[in-house]
């Protein structure tokens, strides 16, 4: 099978997050005959909780590809979508649940996965926000070859991305989602040929990513200011970080670091070098704080609302 024609090749996509929507529609530009989405079900979002459909849905509906949204896989007859299309291959991007090896074994070419890391590295279901959280200065995206595991399988191509300093999470997801799709198009026809040899993972440097959890947007200004701005860019998407200002919750979704000489300021003390800045001390150095939202009120640029929080007010308290 030296010459492949996309058009020839049968693939279930699953995936559901923006960053899977983007390498479907390059499978799809691509000109590979994509026979089947799988997505998550659509969820209750907002403070109404409208049900609403993932990205990977929305453009498969506009794509006019067939979308089936299994709860899990758990039942042995929910993976009966997946054979009555017969694929060639399956292809994965953020999916959301492992998948059993009965899925997995479907198609003839097996199943393989684009995971926004370098693996072995940062295995798990936040790559991307664990990046930018513990202050990477690169990532990258690997496409691998799925097993049962917990993005274990072996390896087929990876590339690799320099993270901006100033970068969020979100904007590097959507870097990164560009930087798969590409990887993909790019690898799938040597790997369909049979002219890439898979290389397996070294277990012994795997480190792991976890889902982030709400209460990891609690900032501790006893940090350096590096990782304070690590953790308002990386959480700025969800859930926010946050501090508390007179005992009311206050979310920072941007900042910068300060060029501030903070020696004997107590960390988590507002600094005002005018109207309409503030600059928050920290444990080392200090975050100037670009936007940010009070309780119960809108997300604002701080010029908007500095004018209204005095020099010396302490966070954290």
Same mark, same amino acid.
């Given at each position: 099978?030296?010459?492949?024609?996309?058009?020839?090749?049968?693939?279930?996509f699953?995936g559901?997050?923006?960053?899977?929507?983007?390498?479907?529609?390059?499978l799809?530009?691509s000109?590979?005959?994509?026979?089947?989405?799988?997505?998550?079900?659509?969820?209750?979002?907002g403070?109404?909780?409208?049900l609403?459909?993932?990205?990977?849905?929305?453009?498969?509906?506009?794509?006019?590809?067939?979308?089936?949204?299994p709860?899990s896989?758990k039942?042995?007859?929910?993976?009966?979508?997946i054979?009555k299309?017969?694929?060639d291959l399956?292809?994965?991007?953020?999916?959301?649940?492992?998948?059993?090896?009965?899925v997995?074994d479907?198609?003839?070419?097996?199943?393989v996965?684009?995971?926004?890391?370098?693996?072995p590295?940062?295995?798990?279901?936040?790559?991307?926000?664990?990046?930018?959280?513990?202050?990477?200065?690169?990532t990258g995206?690997?496409?691998?070859?799925?097993?049962?595991?917990?993005?274990?399988?072996?390896?087929?191509a $990876? +590339?690799?991305?320099?993270?901006?300093?100033? =970068?969020?999470? &979100?904007? /590097?997801?959507?870097?990164?989602? !560009?930087?798969?799709?590409?990887?993909?198009?790019k690898t799938?026809?040597?790997?369909?040929?049979?002219?890439?040899?898979?290389?397996p993972?070294?277990?012994?440097?795997?480190?792991?990513s976890?889902?982030?959890?709400?209460?990891e947007?609690?900032?501790?200004?006893?940090?350096?200011?590096?990782?304070?701005?690590n953790r308002i860019?990386a959480? $700025? +998407?969800w859930?926010?970080?946050?501090?508390f =200002?007179?005992? &009311?919750? /206050?979310?920072?979704?941007?900042? !910068?670091?300060?060029?501030?000489?903070?020696?004997?300021i107590?960390?988590?003390?507002?600094?005002?070098?005018?109207?309409?800045t503030?600059?928050?001390?920290?444990?080392?150095?200090?975050?100037?704080?670009?936007?940010?939202?009070?309780?119960?009120?809108?997300?604002?640029p701080?010029?908007?609302?500095?004018?209204?929080?005095?020099?010396g007010?302490?966070?954290?308290?």
């Open positions: 099978m030296s010459d492949i024609n996309p058009a020839d090749i049968k693939i279930v699953m559901t997050p923006e960053f899977a929507s983007e390498c479907l529609r390059v799809h530009d000109g590979y005959n994509v026979v089947l989405a799988v997505t998550q079900p659509d969820k209750p979002v403070r109404k909780h409208v609403t459909p993932p990205p990977v849905k929305v453009l498969a509906e506009s794509l006019a590809i067939p979308v089936y949204q709860s896989f039942d042995e007859n929910a993976a009966e979508e054979v299309v017969q694929p399956i292809v994965t991007a953020a999916y959301g649940k492992i998948l059993p090896q009965r997995l479907i198609p003839k070419f097996g199943s996965n684009i995971h926004g890391s370098l693996l590295a940062k295995r798990g279901a936040a790559p991307v926000q664990r990046a930018v959280l513990e202050g990477d200065e690169k995206v690997t496409l691998m070859l799925m097993d049962a595991g917990m993005d274990t399988g072996d390896m087929l $990876s +590339e690799e991305y320099e993270i901006p300093q100033d =970068m969020h999470a &979100k904007e /590097l997801m959507e870097e990164l989602a !560009k930087e798969g799709a590409a990887l993909l198009v799938l026809p040597g790997y369909l040929a049979g002219t890439i040899t898979p290389v993972q070294d277990n012994d440097l795997a480190t792991y976890p889902p982030i959890e709400a209460a947007g609690l900032i501790d200004w006893s940090e350096t200011a590096l990782a304070v701005h860019r959480l $700025s +998407e859930p926010g970080a946050y501090t =200002m007179n005992g &009311k919750k /206050l979310k920072i979704y941007d900042s !910068k670091i300060a060029d501030t000489d903070t020696e004997g107590p960390f988590g003390k507002i600094i005002k070098p005018d109207k309409k503030l600059i928050v001390s920290c444990g080392t150095g200090a975050v100037r704080i670009l936007t940010l939202q009070q309780e119960g009120g809108k997300v604002l701080v010029s908007d609302i500095a004018h209204n929080i005095p020099e007010t302490m966070l954290g308290e």
